[in-house]
């Protein structure tokens, strides 16, 4: 038997909502329709993909399984009926990236392809998806963290982007004349938790009894940054995130460890003469 794209879009969003009624409510459907259409994926998979819990439902490891491979079916078919609509129109190019990147990847292949006739379109997905995103066609170019060579793939390292520790000017913290890490113990801190020296800071923090709790890990940086600016945390972003004028100052910390995040850009090597392809290949080298 073969997968159902209704079961699937039912799956993904019962997992969103991790509630039966309230993914019926976003289809439109009644809450006995969506248990159908979970037992029939069930049935397919001889697998049990949800669980019940006082709080609702959660994945099971056969559903953790199945979810990155799920989201892709659903795209790939929006991608399908896209391309078959705009076969004769201008050429779209899609790009696969975290939300947390956008700030600084978004305006460099805009601005790289400005004078190719391309439709581009953003894709918001965690880095770990994006190669077989990339790999199936779905994504012309991806930007995930650095990693390792995948068969039909290649990837292009961009330069190394540093973590920054920022802070209000009116924080306590932005008033010392050496800050360090310790002098974070009172401190609200908010921050990604991406690149090389995330482990290092987390285990500076608790050499240095910061509390667990004092640490609040964001999604994108743009949380971290408004945490930041207006609730009075001290954030932890890339440099390439921050915008003059958002009202924070840098803060050296004297004793942290080396933090920076490495990005890759990702294509199919079939694809490396593609002109869209070519330029910011070009483009990544001259940055």
Known sequence: MALDLQDL????AVQRHGSFGRAASELLVTQPAVSERIRHLERVLARQVFERTPRGVRLTPAGEALLPYARRCLVLSDEAVEATRQAEGTPRFVMALHSTFGPRLVPFV???LRDLPRRVTVRDFHSEVVPGLVVDG????GFALAGSARRGLSRVSLPPDPVVCVASREHRIAQL??????????ALIALNAWGDGTEGFFTQARERGIEEWRVRQCADAATAITLAREHGH???????????????????????????IRLDLLHRTRDRDDPAIRILIDAVASM
Not at 9 to 12: E, M, N, Q, R
């Open 9 to 12: 879009t039912v799956f993904v």
């Open 110 to 112: 805009v601005g790289a």
């Open 138 to 141: 779905v994504a012309d170019v």
């Open 177 to 186: 004349r050496r800050p360090s890490v310790s002098s974070l113990r009172d």
């Open 234 to 260: 001290v954030a932890f972003v890339a440099r390439s995130a921050l915008r003059r004028g958002a009202g924070l100052r840098e803060i050296s910390l004297a004793g942290l460890s080396n933090w920076t």
